[in-house]
């Protein structure tokens, strides 16, 4: 089977850096998907990154990217784009080692032949802050951009009827109210 | 006159640390340590219930996530003196010795052997040779000449790119290498087979903790594994059958190949048992708890000072009394308001960034100190500790470490050569083989206890009212990793967390103290200043993770740059 990973790229504790899991958080409450796509909140994986990618036929990342574009802009990257990048030079601010990762899944033969990041451009990567107004409002061209990808590479999704709540545990909460009790 | 070379940040390492050393005569006359990112995750829990701590501090850092959620979870548990039910006790055990041994593997193979391999002489070996030589070091069944062949096939393949990819990185070709193209060979066929293997244990981690890179199935009390013999979807006989047998294969791994591998790279290059020392004060805490309240431990833990083995003290539980009333703080040197070091529940993280400078403050990192002194923590501690006080299991494969040198290059290392940037590698090879073994023996721990009929998994928590303080340890991959936590009418007070990677990345303090890197780095040779191979050998020996050390990003988004000489 031809298998498709989304997976949210950051962390959740820095602002803008979690919009990666929470556009997946998102996907997740409102579509359902097909047995081969798979979604992750990878959270900032480094090179164990390698061993979520290997064998997949498709890859689509959803991170934030530093850039000279203002915030909120959506950027895509192709694989060649990324392999671009030395391997010590970073992409984006937290290091995800994507080209590394993908190189190493190369050498093994085993690289995704279709690899798309969707980057967002973020503005404020304070602790514990949400997510900036001009990355909270590229959250539904990020969907797009994916479910554009999905559907060309032949991948099956379904909007559902009843959407789920988002699981966005790190948003504050009550306290005695643990996320999970 | 004396030459300052910045390494910036030092690759393959998780996370961004930088480097200065000052060069005089071809060898380091000082060192600085520094990380570039802020820190100030902590701030965040503050007005949070403590029983969600574990799922932020989980997030500190994507490398170490289920270390982060341990100690969290074990902080709250001292606070509330809790006791932890031994199917808790054993799932935990077995989910941190997992991980730890993915760690292992991948810190020798994938982000430090290159310092020891030259990847580029792999072509001109010959495989069969290659083949013969594996064949009189191991049995391990995957060093046929097909195997080694199709290796030296992958490198042909990146070399004839015209690019290296991964390998752009490394010193090819440099003096201080020194390994036959045979010797290199097996190596880096070990470099890809053990990407299968470090897979094979986050299996194991992701099947009791449901899922990776984060684990679901903690909880302030225990765990929220449902336990039952009969069903596959919750942990019966089917998972414990899976766990077993991916256990195998990786225990082999390490016995077979890591542990031979450390062993040959260290009878070739015996010289870095004289190199990179440093601080020899060293540190660990007892892991891996074989009772519900935590009073005996698989693995010990105690503290030596200035190199002194007879003179070992031992810690007796996890959060003993010595170790809660002797940590501190210092900010002298680190981009932080305050003066005085300050104990970790009394701990502040308000940023006072001034830029680099090298006799004010540098670094992000906070300099962590026990009884005031610097500490070296990690796998080296952890053996020379256990050796100290005659640990059945330390001593078993600490001895064979120092035969198995022995028999390949005809070194014999005692005890003191430890104290070195080889000892660094081996300790954690030693290390790496008593937590296989340990893998094995909880897991029959887990399954007779469950056998027993015993399928409890938690003991629920009250919140008190009033102010209590906690601290929650593990002796973490990188050494000793200590969560701190203030709660106060039920909720986090303060939070600090005290990581394996500040303590050995530690800046000086106000005595003017180096940290561990720092100290282990002055009078190293080396043989081309402009290519600072020997700098990055040593400090790769720690394994830095600087992500938990700091914990964020990098402000300036700058690229980066390596080995600028000033």
Redesign the interface.
């Known amino acids: 089977m031809k298998r498709v990973l989304i997976g949210g790229v950051g962390?959740?504790?820095?602002g803008d850096?979690g919009v990666g899991p929470y556009v997946v958080r998102m996907l997740e409450a409102l579509y359902s998907f097909g047995e081969a796509v798979s979604l992750a909140?990878?959270?900032?994986?480094?090179?164990?990154l390698?061993?979520q990618i290997v064998g997949l036929h498709a890859l689509i990342l959803v991170d934030s990217v530093?850039s000279d574009d203002p915030p909120g802009t959506v950027v895509l990257y192709r694989k060649e784009d990324i392999l671009r990048v030395?391997?010590?030079?970073?992409l984006d601010?937290?290091?995800?080692a994507l080209s590394?990762c993908l190189?190493?899944a190369?050498?093994?033969g085993a690289s995704p032949e279709h690899v798309l990041l969707v980057g967002i451009v973020g503005s404020c990567?304070d602790?514990?802050q949400p997510l900036s107004k001009a990355v909270r409002q590229s959250v539904a061209k990020s969907i797009e951009a994916i479910l554009t990808e999905l559907e060309r590479l032949g991948f099956g999704f379904e909007k559902k009827m009843l959407p789920n709540e988002p699981e966005i545990?790190?948003a504050d909460r009550p306290?005695?109210?643990?996320?999970?009790a | 006159m004396a030459k300052r070379i910045t390494i910036d940040?030092i690759?393959r390492i998780?996370?961004?640390l930088r480097i200065d050393v000052e060069v005089d005569n071809n060898a380091v006359s000082n060192a600085w340590a520094s990380c570039t990112m802020w820190r100030?995750?902590e701030?965040?829990l503050r007005?949070?219930?403590p029983?969600?701590a574990w799922?932020?501090t989980q997030?500190?850092?994507?490398?170490c996530?289920t270390v982060h959620a341990m100690a969290s979870v074990r902080s709250v548990e001292d606070a509330l003196k809790l006791e932890i039910p031994l199917n808790a006790q054993y799932i935990r055990n077995l989910i941190l010795i997992a991980h730890a041994l993915h760690d292992h593997i991948?810190h020798f193979y994938?982000?430090s052997a290159l310092d020891w391999v030259d990847v580029m002489q792999v072509p001109k070996a010959d495989p069969a040779a290659t083949s013969k030589l594996a064949e009189s070091l191991s049995p391990w069944t995957r060093n046929s000449r097909n195997e080694l062949k199709a290796a030296q096939d992958?490198v042909n393949?990146?070399a004839a790119s015209g690019q290296l990819?991964?390998f752009?990185?490394g010193y090819w070709g440099h003096p201080a290498m020194r390994l036959s193209p045979e010797v290199n060979l097996l190596a880096f066929s070990h470099y890809?087979q053990a990407?299968e293997y470090?897979?094979k244990a986050?299996q194991v981690v992701g099947i009791l903790g449901s899922k990776t890179?984060?684990i679901?199935n903690l909880?302030v009390g225990g765990v929220?594994n449902a336990i039952d013999l009969d069903s596959t979807s919750a942990l019966g006989m089917d998972k414990l059958e899976l766990i077993r047998t991916l256990l195998e294969q990786v225990v082999t791994f390490v016995q077979q190949v890591y542990f031979v591998d450390v062993c040959a790279v260290a009878a070739m290059y015996p010289e870095w048992f004289k190199i990179g020392s440093g601080v020899r004060n060293y540190l660990a805490v007892p892991d891996l708890p074989l009772d519900s309240r935590g009073s005996e431990y698989d693995l010990p833990g105690g503290y030596i000072r200035d190199g002194d083995l007879g003179g070992v003290k031992g810690f007796r539980t996890a959060a003993d009394e010595v170790f809660r009333k002797s940590v501190s703080e210092d900010v002298v040197h680190a981009y932080y308001q305050g003066e005085k070091p300050l104990h970790p529940w009394k701990g502040e993280t308000e940023p006072a960034f001034t830029g680099w400078d090298a006799d004010k403050k540098y670094s992000w990192v906070k300099a962590p100190r026990f009884n005031g002194e610097p500490m070296q923590v990690g796998p080296l501690a952890q053996v020379l500790i256990g050796y100290a006080q005659g640990h059945p299991l330390t001593r078993k494969y600490a001895d064979m470490a120092i035969e198995k040198v022995a028999a390949i290059g005809g070194v014999r290392a005692t005890p003191a050569a430890l104290h070195s940037t080889l000892g660094r590698h081996a300790a954690r090879a030693i290390r790496a083989c008593m937590l296989a073994e340990l893998a094995q023996k909880h897991l029959q721990l887990l399954t007779d206890n469950i056998a027993k009929g015993d399928y409890t998994v938690r003991n629920v928590p009250v919140m008190p009212t009033h102010e209590v303080e906690g601290v929650g340890t593990h002796e973490a991959p990188r050494g000793t990793l200590s969560h701190w936590i203030v709660i106060e009418d039920?909720?986090i007070k303060n939070y600090q967390a005290v990581v394996p990677s500040t303590w050995n990345a530690s800046p000086r303090d106000h005595a003017g103290a180096h940290g561990p890197y720092e100290a282990s780095l002055l009078h190293t040779p080396l043989a081309r200043p402009e290519e600072p191979l020997e700098v990055l050998r040593t400090v790769h020996s720690f394994d830095p993770c600087m992500?938990c050390a700091c914990?964020?990003?990098?402000?300036s988004?700058r690229?980066?740059g390596?080995a600028k000489i000033l």
């Open positions: 962390n959740v504790l820095l850096d909140d990878l959270g900032t994986p480094a090179l164990d390698t061993h530093a030395m391997p010590a030079e970073r601010p937290h290091s995800p590394e190189m190493t190369d050498m093994l990567y602790p514990g545990w790190w306290v005695g109210e643990p996320v999970l | 940040p690759t998780e996370g961004h100030g995750i701030k965040i007005g949070r219930d029983r969600d799922l932020f997030r500190f850092c994507g490398v996530t991948v994938q982000l992958r393949a990146v990819g991964i752009a990185n890809v990407l470090q897979r986050l890179p984060h679901q909880t929220a039920q909720k992500a914990h964020a990003f990098d402000p988004g690229k980066i390596v």
